[in-house]
């Protein structure tokens, strides 16, 4: 219609150029016509005004362009532009959505200089901002600004310090501000409610879920396809692949007809479930239903990718997807991150590090966390360290699972000050040690030879009324085998299995590790026999630590004769790890 109104000699004018500003912008992958349409109106004579403006910084935060809302915004007031509430609304969006919160507010402290008042979608947009950057608190303390200023919060302030909340996994405060939310008046709405049944379906509170579905239905608010979808995101893990069929199938019984989001839903869901058939089969409904593929959807099936490791299918998605015109965001490349530590190739990771480094790819908060964790998989100390410090350089606030990341590496590799360096930020942040925390620290100690350290901190946990877990036991009784003091091993198993707490595969080796090293051979047959005994088979890594612990000793003979009788006491020892065993001890004789 545009082009034929030009045909026809009309000319369009303002109202008619932001129309078309607007429909480019909503159409995605436009950016060169926008700025075509631009230099047209600048020709034209025609003045940009506050809709103008907003709508082409808004089609920037759609597709992500966040230099080139910073130059498009610069070049309006070069020309004398005065923005208004409106316009910095729209670029605070931009920024929020990529979690820039130093920029936001910048714009803010901007705003309030050229005297334009902040409303209430300017204080949406600043939580929206802090609370992206792993700022949470601080992005809950714009509630209490927001109301000593005469701004009351909405729904939207509420349900964004909420969802931010759910995804830290601190759900019982998230809870805690929705009841809040309540008390004030302000009504929750559909998508609420909607992050909080997300909240809780990720940490499995079913029964949670259906009060919380019952409260959505007696305040009079009706489940919308979002809620079923997100019913369906939320029960995607291993094996339930026979319920998302059944919500599938309540949800159409209900008149809900699958859209796009729900096809992405039970794409995401299915891969959870490990369901490649699945997955596959409802991409291809989806396509034949009429609907095409999003950014969202190419997400969701490089996340079931990602769960297996399938780097090479992975790296074809986003082949397809930037094919079609889409740019990966700042998921896609954290799932591919993710693939690529799921599949063991450091090389794929060290690509996306380069892109990121090199500012071809934005460090967002959430990307460069996923290369902390992501290195973390594969052990890279140089690489955990170059993406903490970035993450700290751009503002970005750790949780403690970077934190505990950061503290288990340094332990793995001996290296204390800086272990205890992250320790003392974690406390520094407001935050508290968990059991993660603690069980690194241990096994440092263990690791150091200090074992007595790593007891007294298991000690100290179980004071302060918390509960050590398997992995914590086996730390300590670690540190006393690899001592030698087998005696105070024993006593920490015996207060293991007092707590409830069997020992399990790695305890019994660990034991065996303990007398191997000590040439205590008739002990260690007690243990593989008491194994056998009580249900926990000794596996190859079992009998290599005795076949070593003789060859140490260079009593061949007797580690050969060991393997012989392998077989009389597990007779479920297979003939081809007995293979290794001997050629094992042979590689031994000849060092």
């Not at 950016?31 to 103008?52: A, H, P, Q, V, Y």
């Not at 700290?392 to 290296?415: E, Q, R, T, W």
């Not at 520094?428 to 690791?447: F, H, K, W």
Request: charged content about 25%; hydrophobic content about 35%; overall charge positive.
């Amino acid at each position: 219609m545009f082009e034929k109104m030009r045909k026809t000699g009309l000319s369009p004018t303002l109202v008619t150029y932001n129309v078309m500003l607007d429909v480019y912008g909503k159409m995605g992958r436009s950016w060169n016509k926008i700025l075509g349409l631009l230099d047209e109106m600048r020709s034209n004579g025609l003045e940009f005004d506050e809709f103008t403006c907003s709508t082409v910084i808004s089609a920037c935060g759609r597709e992500g362009l966040l230099d080139e809302a910073r130059k498009f915004f610069a070049r309006l007031k070069s020309e004398g532009y005065v923005a208004g509430t409106f316009t910095y609304n729209s670029l605070l969006q931009v920024f929020g959505k990529a979690g820039i919160y130093s920029e936001a507010l910048s714009i803010l402290k901007e705003m309030e200089k050229n005297n334009c008042p902040p409303d209430l979608v300017t204080y949406n947009e600043l939580v929206a901002a802090y609370v992206r950057a792993g700022f949470h608190e601080e992005g809950a303390d714009f509630i209490d600004t927001m109301i000593r200023k005469g701004i009351m919060p909405n729904a939207i302030t509420y349900t964004t310090v909420i969802n931010a909340y759910g995804k830290a996994g601190k759900e019982d405060k998230a809870l805690s501000f929705f009841r809040q939310m309540k008390e004030s008046g302000c009504v929750p709405n559909v998508c609420t409610y909607n992050a909080i049944l997300g909240m809780l379906g990720k940490k499995s509170r079913l029964e949670e879920m259906i009060d919380m579905l019952c409260d959505m239905r007696s305040n009079g608010c009706a489940p919308n396809s979002v809620t079923w979808n997100t019913m369906l995101a939320m029960c995607g893990n291993k094996g339930m692949h026979k319920y998302v069929n059944r919500v599938f199938r309540e949800m159409k019984s209900c008149g809900f007809e699958p859209n796009r989001d729900t096809f992405n839903a039970l794409i995401g869901a299915y891969g959870r479930c490990g369901s490649q058939i699945d997955v596959v089969k409802m991409y291809e409904e989806m396509i034949k239903a009429g609907f095409t593929p999003c950014v969202t959807t190419y997400n969701a099936l490089l996340n079931a990718l990602a769960r297996r490791g399938d780097w090479e299918a992975a790296e074809s998605v986003i082949l397809d997807m930037k094919s079609k015109g889409f740019k990966p965001n700042e998921t896609s490349y954290s799932l591919m991150l993710n693939c690529y530590a799921k599949g063991g190739n450091g090389r794929g990771i060290e690509k996306i590090e380069e892109e990121i480094y090199n500012g071809h790819i934005f460090p967002s908060w959430i990307l460069l966390r996923t290369l902390v964790l992501a290195n973390f998989k594969r052990r890279a100390l140089m690489g955990m360290e170059r993406a903490f410090q970035e993450f700290c350089k751009h503002g970005y606030k750790p949780d403690l699972v970077l934190f505990n990341s950061m503290l288990s590496i340094f332990a793995k590799n001996k290296m204390y000050d800086r272990a205890h360096e992250m320790l003392r930020l974690i406390r520094e942040s407001g935050l508290q040690p968990d059991l993660v925390t603690y069980n690194s620290l241990m096994d440092m100690y263990a690791r150091g030879g200090e074992c007595w350290k790593g007891e007294e901190i298991l000690k100290g946990i179980q004071k302060s009324g918390g509960k050590p877990d398997l992995v914590s036991y086996n730390t300590v009784i670690k540190g006393f085998c690899r001592q030698g003091l087998m005696q105070e091993a024993i006593r920490t198993l015996s207060e293991m299995t007092i707590s409830g707490i069997r020992p399990c595969i790695v305890t019994y080796n660990t034991f065996v590790a303990g007398y191997s090293g000590k040439g205590m051979f008739s002990e260690v047959e007690e243990v593989i026999s008491y194994m056998i005994q009580h249900d926990c088979r000794p596996n190859e890594l079992t009998y290599k630590i005795v076949v070593d612990g003789y060859c140490k000793g260079k009593k061949y003979k007797e580690a050969m004769d060991f393997v012989s009788n392998i077989t009389e006491m597990d007779k479920s020892f297979d003939d081809q790890s007995l293979r290794r065993l001997t050629f094992r001890i042979r590689e031994h004789m000849e060092l």
